[in-house]
């Protein structure tokens, strides 16, 4: 998974990266397939320019009017007009005076007056050089006649009308009335009042053309400036084309890359891990600004560096290598642009790869709210038969009134808030019952299938009300299995304890009545004779052996056995127990290695069943442990326990559990080969068990342990006003 997901991370960085550098690189044929004419030019900048004819006629003509009132004109209109005007022409003079890519020169042929800017950037004004946006002559005679030398149409400039040079001017006030009719307003647009619009567009008002004017007027295709002539022509907005469709490109490629790799690999891989996290709103709140703002600057910072305005600011702070800067700055707006495109995508694709409307339920704040306020209702309406019926009936009618007060609050709406309420509430309660019933139905069927004695029928999905009840009958049928379980085993046990006990009591019962069949052959010798007696009374000892070990368990077992409990020595009596079947284990060459933590540990017990314990498992160690090998017997002790351990490696193979070799006559030798009732390891469970102590058996290959634990003796205190014995 780690290799697949940086696997992701490298295609992913390298396809942002690859669409960017070419987004970048395409700029400068988007320059050159731009075309900017020369009447582009002109209607660019129509207004601006009429406005600086006039006003650089009035500054080389001191004599030249350029508004003639009739006499119905009132002076207050006349001195408003020209007040007008005077700002404008300013206005225009700010923009455009001081614009180094704007080149103009005017002479005025009576007065001989000059006035220029900027000319040092053309050679010859009285040529049109062919790296100009615009070139234009405009001579106007003595009549104010214009002569253009060039075929730009220039009606605009041939004659001014005062409405054409106002109209945008005008103070107008518009009375409107809101959509509900609760109020009006206004709002305002130009500088002239209203009422001097009648005037102007009577012919009152005759505006003069400049008389014996030479212009030349030339903006450059080379701009160096940052000023309005460039921002106006040259605007950035010109080539908003270009991001808009590579913006387009690069969210369709991107939109197939997301399409075709499994979102599983990409979930895991911040930044997506991270905002799949979000709420739905949350990330439409922050994508929709991030991206619009991106997207926006990213159509701005590219149209200000093909129009090289951004090379020109850099250049007017003297700063250096401004290209390769603009270069990074682009390539990055657009990375960052495509960055945020993507996270929309994937969540676009997390959204209907995990499913749409689990999309809302889990992942929006309106679902969140819907859940909870759902869930809300469903805690309300949950009844539990434990609790008392009137604490629940009033959470649910409190809940209920605190909903409709809601509604009420809203007023107008309420009556519909209400119908919408009710058919919800309808469709819940509908919900709710039909629940009930199924849950109901599925309690039925699972009592018929425990009446008919199968226990294999569940329910483990929740049943609402019925849980209790679902409970109690799996108790109910774990009981039942427990008790067949039972039936079953102790039913196994007798079968096999007839049959253990036939086998066992037939067999020495057989041999005793062989023997006897033989003494009384009057021929035997008396060697002969004393040999059967000797097999008789051996046969006869194991017969009573084993009857006396079923009486032992069969006391224990029923609970009928008398325990001497007293406090004594486990090490003494493990030693003692050793000696006396030294000669058993010498027999079969075993070596035994003790290991006392403490050679005098107390413990409280019946010191006859204890020694029985200890004998079986000498007989057992004696009859089964590998002959020639070791047999390790531990004592260990903590603060409330005795740990005993036997073990020993096995003559035979194992072939049988730690569980099955603690059963009634099971012996080690299955073949049973051995003497032996079969209930020496049984009697050893019973008697310790029967003592409050454990018995666990550990098998390990051939390695046979014996784990017994018991608990030590508890020390009485001494009352406080005897003295203890030093």
């Not at 005077?86 to 042929?109: A, G, P, Q, R, S």
């Not at 109020?183 to 008389?211: C, Q």
């Not at 017969?543 to 009486?551: Q, S």
């Amino acid at each position: 998974m780690k290799n697949a997901k940086r696997i992701f991370v490298l295609l992913f960085a390298a396809l942002l990266i690859l669409m960017s550098v070419m987004c970048v690189s395409f700029y400068d044929n988007v320059k050159a397939s731009t075309v900017i004419d020369e009447n582009m030019v002109l209607w660019q900048l129509e207004d601006e320019l009429r406005y600086f004819l006039i006003g650089k006629a009035m500054e080389i003509d001191p004599e030249y009017q350029l508004l003639t009132f009739s006499d119905e004109v009132p002076l207050e209109v006349q001195e408003s007009i020209n007040d007008n005007m005077t700002m404008k022409i300013n206005d225009v003079f700010y923009l455009l005076d001081n614009d180094e890519d704007f080149i103009y020169t005017f002479h005025n042929t009576l007065t001989q007056e000059n006035v220029s800017r900027h000319t040092e950037r053309v050679e010859d004004m009285d040529e049109q050089p062919e790296d100009f946006y615009m070139y234009a002559q405009l001579n106007y005679d003595e009549r104010g006649n214009l002569e253009a030398n060039n075929q730009i149409y220039y009606e605009s400039f041939r004659r001014f009308q005062a409405s054409d040079l106002l109209a945008s001017n005008i103070y107008v006030t518009y009375t409107f009335e809101d959509y509900y009719g609760y109020g009006t307003g206004e709002f305002m647009d130009g500088d002239l009042d209203w009422e001097d619009w009648e005037y102007i567009d009577s012919g009152l008002i005759e505006v003069n053309m400049p008389k014996n004017l030479e212009a030349v007027i030339a903006i450059p295709k080379d701009m160096r400036g940052i000023g309005f002539v460039a921002n106006r022509i040259n605007s950035w907005d010109l080539y908003n084309a270009y991001p808009a469709i590579g913006l387009l490109a690069g969210a369709l490629i991107l939109a197939l890359f997301f399409l075709f790799y499994p979102i599983r690999i990409a979930e895991e891989v911040n930044p997506f891990l991270l905002v799949k996290k979000w709420k739905g709103e949350l990330n439409v709140v922050w994508l929709t600004c991030f991206i619009s703002a991106m997207v926006v600057g990213c159509m701005v910072i590219c149209g200000h560096t093909i129009n090289n305005f951004l090379v020109n600011l850099l250049q007017n702070y003297q700063i250096h290598n401004a290209n390769g800067i603009l270069a990074v700055l682009n390539f990055f707006v657009w990375f960052f642009t495509f960055y945020l495109i993507s996270i929309a995508l994937f969540l676009i694709k997390y959204m209907f790869a995990h499913g749409f409307v689990r999309y809302l339920k889990e992942d929006t704040l309106v679902g969140t709210l819907i859940y909870w306020v759902k869930h809300l209702f469903d805690k309300s309406a949950d009844i539990d038969l434990s609790l008392p019926l009137t604490r629940q009936v009033f959470q649910i009618v409190a809940l209920n009134t605190i909903v409709i007060l809601l509604i009420n609050s809203f007023f107008g709406m309420s009556f519909v808030l209400t119908i919408i309420y009710t058919v919800c509430l309808f469709f819940w309660i509908s919900s709710k019952m039909s629940k009930i019933k199924n849950d109901n139905d599925k309690m039925l069927e699972m009592t018929r299938q425990l009446a008919q004695g199968n226990f294999d029928n569940e329910i483990d999905e929740d049943v609402g009300v019925f849980n209790p009840l679902k409970e109690e009958l799996q108790n109910i049928k774990t009981g039942f299995e427990k008790a067949v379980q039972e039936e079953t085993k102790s039913q196994n046990m007798k079968t096999e304890l007839i049959s253990h006990v036939s086998h066992d009591l037939k067999t020495p019962l057989t041999c005793i009545k062989n023997y006897i069949v033989l003494l009384e052959d009057d021929t035997l010798t008396n060697e002969q004779r004393q040999e059967y007696l000797n097999n008789v009374k051996q046969y006869a000892n194991r017969l009573n052996t084993l009857i006396e070990d079923l009486f032992e368990v069969s006391k224990v077992n029923s609970g009928n056995i008398q325990l001497e409990m007293i406090d004594l020595n486990i090490v003494a009596l493990i030693e003692q127990s050793k000696a006396e079947y030294a000669e058993l284990l010498a027999e079969s060459d075993l070596t035994i290695i003790t290991s006392y933590e403490n050679p005098e540990i107390t413990v409280h017990l019946d010191g006859n069943k204890t020694y029985r314990i200890f004998e079986n498992l000498f007989t057992n160690i004696g009859k089964y442990a590998m002959k020639h090998s070791r047999v390790y017997i531990d004592v260990k002790e903590d603060e409330e326990n005795v740990y005993i351990e036997f073990k020993n490696i096995s003559a035979v193979q194992m072939n049988f559990t730690s569980d099955e070799i603690v059963e009634r006559f099971v012996r080690g030798d299955k073949s049973r080969h051995e003497s032996g009732s079969g209930l020496g390891l049984a009697i050893v469970q019973s008697f310790t068990e029967v003592q409050g102590g454990t018995l666990k058996i550990d098998i390990d290959g051939d390695l046979f342990k014996t784990i017994l634990t018991f608990k030590k003796a508890v020390k009485e205190a001494l009352p406080s006003n005897e003295i203890q014995p030093e």
